[in-house]
Nanobody, 112 residues
Framework: VQLVESGGGLVQAGGSLTLSCAASGSTFITMDWYRQAPGKQRELVAAITRGGTTNYADSAKGRFTISRDNAKNTVYLQMNSLKPEGTAVYYC?????????WGQGTQITVSS
């Protein structure tokens, strides 16, 4: 399984970014985004099943949208109204029948 993340970077508070994660090598049951801020534990941001059912952390509800293209095995995270506390490394995570796999992470820095 290979995961290729893209879309991170520096953005001002209130701005928007879209992350992408292209996965290959399997058929994925769920595709998720996690984040880890400095000194904090990794936490789930949003998840989506192959059928399109979504789940969001409270901090992401109303501002972030997760979506996936099953034909391309790609998951997206559209993030709007970003806040400085959203500064973290964002990780793609996918699950198939054998287990879970992590991307390398992409840094997002939200300046105030």
């Amino acid at each position: 399984v290979q995961l290729v993340e893209s879309g991170g970077g520096l953005v001002q508070a209130g701005g928007s970014l879209t992350l992408s994660c292209a996965a290959s090598g399997s058929t994925f049951i769920t595709m998720d985004w996690y984040r880890q801020a400095p000194g904090k534990q990794r936490e789930l941001v949003a998840a989506i099943t192959r059928g399109g059912t979504t789940n969001y952390a409270d901090s992401a509800k109303g501002r972030f949208t997760i979506s996936r293209d099953n034909a391309k095995n790609t998951v997206y995270l559209q993030m709007n109204s970003l806040k400085p506390e959203g500064t973290a490394v964002y990780y793609c995570h996918v699950v198939d029948i054998f287990g879970g796999y992590w991307g390398q992470g992409t840094q997002i820095t939200v300046s105030s």
